[in-house]
């Protein structure tokens, strides 16, 4: 059973457009959501998050949006830039006395110069 | 660089073999995560350790266990290894159990 889910697999863009991720989760106890950018032969790096009170989190080109409603959130890259090319991680924890990460299939991000 | 350390890097070895994976965390960070990367599974949580107590566990195989030291590094042992197993393997670790986690560069195992 897939409760955080990345429905496309791979997405490209033009240099200085906006790239917009989505991912949706089944699990209504999820109360905290993170995004992880991974290249190849390396970790996921942490790049933003967002708790289930808020339904906006911005950190410079990268902006979180929520909708808890509709049980999806989604990632905008404002403008993309050739180095944000990589696979892109959605991940969910429903905190408590645990914070185990529930990912994403991912989605593979291609910035066209 | 994210401060988590995993050795091995990389790891070939045979069915029925046994391996350890070794882990460790940010200075500071009390908590451990173990996760696995495999082709057809994506990014799957395997277990946690705080402060050297287990704290949660996934879908983890009874033949893979788990340790954290008192200076907060961490193994992951993998025995009677299978094709199946090959895959790669993350460690995180985290300040607190509800912070963000960090993860290490991983360790890739190649069962043959």
């Known amino acids: 059973d897939q409760q955080v889910k990345q429905n496309s697999p791979s997405l490209s863009v033009q240099e200085g457009r906006i790239s917009i991720l989505n991912c949706d989760y089944t699990n209504s106890m999820f109360d905290y959501f993170l995004w992880y950018k991974k290249y190849p032969a390396e970790g996921p790096t942490f790049l933003i998050s967002?708790?289930?009170?808020?339904d906006k989190n911005e950190d410079g080109r990268f902006t979180v949006f929520l909708n808890k409603s509709a049980k999806h959130l989604s990632l905008h890259i404002v403008p993309s830039q050739p180095g944000d090319s990589a696979v892109y991680f959605c991940a969910a924890s429903y905190g408590g006395a645990t914070n185990k990460l529930i990912f994403g299939t991912g989605t593979l991000l291609a910035v066209q110069p | 660089d994210s401060g988590v350390t995993q050795t091995p890097k990389h790891l070939i070895t045979a069915t029925g073999q046994r391996v350890t994976l070794r882990c460790s965390p940010r200075?500071?960070?009390?908590?451990v995560y173990w996760y696995q990367q495999s082709l057809d599974q994506g990014l799957q949580f395997l277990i946690q350790y705080y402060n050297g107590e287990e704290r949660a566990k996934g879908n983890i195989l009874e033949r893979f266990s788990a340790q954290q030291f008192p200076d907060l590094h961490s193994e992951l042992n993998l025995s009677s290894l299978e094709l199946g197993d090959s895959a790669l393997y993350f460690c995180?670790?985290?300040?607190?159990?509800?912070?963000?986690?960090?993860f290490g560069p991983g360790t890739r195992l190649l069962v043959l």
């Open positions: 995180a670790s985290s300040t607190r159990q509800l912070e963000t986690q960090y």
């Open positions: 200075s500071g960070d009390l908590s």
């Open positions: 967002i708790s289930s009170i808020k």
